[in-house]
């Protein structure tokens, strides 16, 4: 992850399956969150998705947003809306993705959701001796906006954060995960983080 660039890592093109080759039942979401590396990220329904509480401000934040918001709801694009080019519509998706991903994870829903990634230790495990082999960890960024940050692991018994042991997970952008979700995460499941 390089902050400043204009680029978002880890977009639907950098992959080696395009979306256009699966099937049309599969949506651009369940997709996009399967793809390889993407194993932190937990989809939101599209009744999140399409909440406009859900969706505030994001607009200024998000070039070509009303396309990128039909992408994610697999709907078709108006006639009336000035077509971006392929990269730019999956760079914008993304972002408008991962930003949507930053505020379900926070929700009862997103929490219990990542509660079972975090139980399986999807994310990975504390690297430090002293935590034990199995500590799993949980994402986190150390920025609320988007492009300055990578995400990071925070482990909830030595409350360290450190880089991602794999270097296609750094390339992940952090405010995708927000700076308080580990927090909420350890407040809302206290019992069960150490």
Partial sequence: FHPGS????????????SLSSLSSSVTWVSWYTTLSHHEFFTPPDDSFISDPFNLTHLSSLVPFY??????????????????????????????????????????????????????????GVCPRVACGPKQPVLPVGVDDAAGREGVRLFCPRCRDVFWPPRRAHRAL??????????????????????
């Avoid at 927000?178 to 150490?194: D, K, R």
């Fill in 6 to 17: 204009t680029a978002l890592p880890s977009t639907p093109s950098s992959s080696s399956t």
């Fill in 66 to 123: 009303p396309h990128a918001l039909l992408t994610l709801l697999d709907l078709p694009a108006s006639d009336s809306l000035p077509i971006p080019d392929a990269q730019q519509l999956e760079q914008s998706t993304a972002l408008l993705f991962g930003l949507i991903h930053a505020r379900f994870i926070v929700t009862p829903r997103g929490l219990d959701a990542m509660r079972d990634k975090f139980r399986a230790a999807d994310f």
């Fill in 173 to 194: 952008d952090g405010a995708f995960w927000g700076s308080s979700f580990a927090h909420l995460f350890c407040q809302a499941y206290a019992g069960e983080v150490v």
